[in-house]
Each structure stands twice: as structure tokens, then as C-alpha cells.
């Protein structure tokens, strides 16, 4: 583990006695909850309302809005850091919080002043306050990650120039916090006869503004105490203030991909390390064959295998947080790296939970299956692997595979 400052160990400790006295104990006796198809109710208030007086809800934030601003070169590491912390607990929750880091990063770059002072005041002072950030659309995402940079994968939710402002139509889906979010960063086309890195805006567009609808809550697989949501836009007037990048809005917002990738590495990480430490107690309680199940050499192998996974992931993404944080040359392909490492690592820590819990692992009252479900989600958030992999060798080979459309 690298070297951590005083008060990195604070907040790591806080968060842990948070995961241990709160989180954990809540999702353990309400495992019904996760499934209550009533998205308002399913997590309860006060575990917010706990996060926020930890000061966990609001990082990121310039602390002149009140908000709790980091050690900025080591920013996205305590991001990292924390993300672990609390999707040990619940992975979902994890996510709730972590997309307000992330939006408000963007925010404080993009924003004019006007805006960030009204919107980090009200995310400061409503702990139910929450973040969203909008690209994928129902006709998919990937071609916005590698990205296809042509005119015909613009993005089909499209704003307009009117008088004052824009008009925007389109449908947004998948979308982190979307159901419940309190503002969210739009992503649209404004100019169809470009590409994408040169076409398209983004948006600061509050819930309640005319022609904004939640279309549906999103029933998911794992993170379901985060509620993924689709939003739409019905002419929907955004005006020029509100416009957070013209034109170029996919390149501005690295500042949110980058550390966005990191932290997704990290809760990752988290459901793993939540998966070996409740593997280790039950492979040392549990007898079988007249000895507990540690004794037995196929299952120390396979806590071995668990272990290794986990130290190969938390070194990748403590070099490429640092990467990220010193906005090092290699940090976009670091951070890729590890996010589809950890993806496919804690994939296999968390069948190996599931097996080596035998029937148990398989029954939701048990726990286990759900580390199981929620690292699966991992495969797909912030794109695909096989998309993560394709932008890990855009980076490594630039002149050759960097280039996916058009003539040769
Ligand atoms: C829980 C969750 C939370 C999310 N949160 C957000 C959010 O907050 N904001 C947001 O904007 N989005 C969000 N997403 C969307 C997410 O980023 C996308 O689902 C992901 O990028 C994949 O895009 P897609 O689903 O459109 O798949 P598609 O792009 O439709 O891809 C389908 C399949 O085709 C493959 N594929 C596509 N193009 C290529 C290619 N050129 N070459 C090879 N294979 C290809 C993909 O790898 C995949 O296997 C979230 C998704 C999930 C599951």
C-alpha cells in the first residue's frame, strides 16, 4: 500500500467505521431491500445522511462552496482510496457517491462561477443531493469511448440554437443516479457535419427544467442500490449560461474519464476485498471431510488465487492513480488498464467466493451471490472490456491502431 498522508489515514478509517457500523449491518439484515421495486425507498436516506457526515458526499467540491476539496496531487489516489472503502460495503452505494466526485471535478473546470456557486450549495447543503453525467444513448456508447470520430456516429440526442439558449431532444439511458439525480450533465450533437470530437456540447440541466423526464428506473443486474435510470429531453430549452463545453465537450471532459476509471478500479476492488475477507472467515470455520475448508489444499489454492488477484489489481491502480494525478503521458492507457484489469480480476475473486461457499454462495439471504452480481456490472460501466482493451492499444499504437474508420 503506498504511503499515506495523515489525513488520507483519517478518512480511510472513518469510511471503514462507517462500511462496518452502518453499511454492512443494512445490507445484511435488509437483502430483501435491494429487490423492493420502489427505487425511492430501496436505500434509506440515513445511510446518505451517514456519508455525508463522514464528509464522504461532497469530495471534489473547492471547499470555498463548502465542499471537501483534497490534496490535489493526490486527488483521484484518496478517490481511489475511498471508492474501495465504500463499495466493501455496497457497491452501489459506492457508485451513488462516487458520481458526485466525479461531476463535481467536471463542474469546477466547465461551470461558469454563477452556476457552481448556486448547484454546489445545493448539493452541499441536501445530503439526498445527487449527481448525473449523461452520454450513452439507446443506440449505444461504444462508439463514443474508442471514439468513431465521423459524422454518422454523432450522437442522435441533438441541441439546437434558438434565441438565448439551445433546444434539446434525445434520450439518454444506463444513466449512473439518472432516476434520482438532482442535475445532471447532459451530452448532445451541435453539429452534425462534424465528428463527434468536434461536435458535440455539454449541458448543465437541472431536474426540474421543462421538457426533462425520467422515462425509467433500470432494473440491474448488481449495483442495484445505485438507481441507473433513462432520461429524456422534449424540446427542452437549455440557456447559454447553462452550456458547460461548446464543441469540443468530449475532449474537456477527461478531467472526468481519467479519474472516472480509477475510481471505477477501485470500487471494483472493493467487492473483491469484501469477497476474500468473507471467503477467508468462511474457509476457517466451515468443516468438511473432518477439517475446516482452509486445511483442504484445492480450497488454500483457490484463496491463494484470490489473494494474488487482489495485490495485482491495488498495485496496477496505485500506479495508475499517481499517473492520473501527475496527468503523467501514460496515464490515459494506465488508467484504462486497470479498470478492465480489475474487471476481469474481481470477476474470477468473486466466483471463486461463490464456490467456495458451496450452496451457501448461491442464496441471496447469504451475501455472497451478490459480490458475485455486483462485480459483474463492472464488465460494462465506463464501456465494455473488449472497448477498454481497444483503447488500451489506440494508446500503445497510435500511428496504426489508433485510427478505426475510414480508408486506409
Ligand atoms: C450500471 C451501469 C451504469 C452506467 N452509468 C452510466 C452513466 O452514468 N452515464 C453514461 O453515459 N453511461 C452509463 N452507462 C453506460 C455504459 O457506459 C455503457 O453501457 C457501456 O459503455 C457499453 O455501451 P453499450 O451498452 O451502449 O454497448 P454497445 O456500444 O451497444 O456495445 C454492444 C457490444 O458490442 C461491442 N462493440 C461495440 N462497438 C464495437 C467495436 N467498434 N468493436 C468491437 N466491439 C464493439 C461492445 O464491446 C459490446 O460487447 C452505465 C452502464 C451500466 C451497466
Redesign the pocket.
Known sequence: MAQLSDEQRMMRQSCRDFVDDVVLPFVKQNWKQEWSMEPEGRLPASILDSADKIGIRTLGVPEEFGGVELEKGTEVATFAMISEEIARGDSGLA?KLV?NWKVSVLLRQLAPRPLQEKWFKRLVDDPQFLL?????EPR????R??P?NVPEAAMQTKAVKTDGGWIVNGR?Q?????YDAGLYVVYANTNPKVGMQQGTSSFLVPRDTKGFSVARCNE?LG?RYMN?GEVAFEDMFVPDDHVLAEGDALGKAGVYFRPGKIIQAAKNLGVGVRAFEATSEYVQNYVQGGRILIKHQAVALRLADMAVRIEAVRSLLERASAAVDADAPDAEVLCNMAKVFASEEMMKVTQHAVELHGGNGMMLDFGIEKLFRDAA?FL????????SK?KIVKNLFPQTAGK?AGPE
Open positions: 457508485d458520481q448525473a453525467h449523461c452520454l450513452t449505444g456508447a461504444s462508439d469511448w474508442l468513431y439518454k444506463f444513466i449512473s443516479n439518472g440491474t449495483c441507473n456490472i460494462h460501466m465506463d464501456a465494455t472490456v473488449d472497448i481497444m478505426y
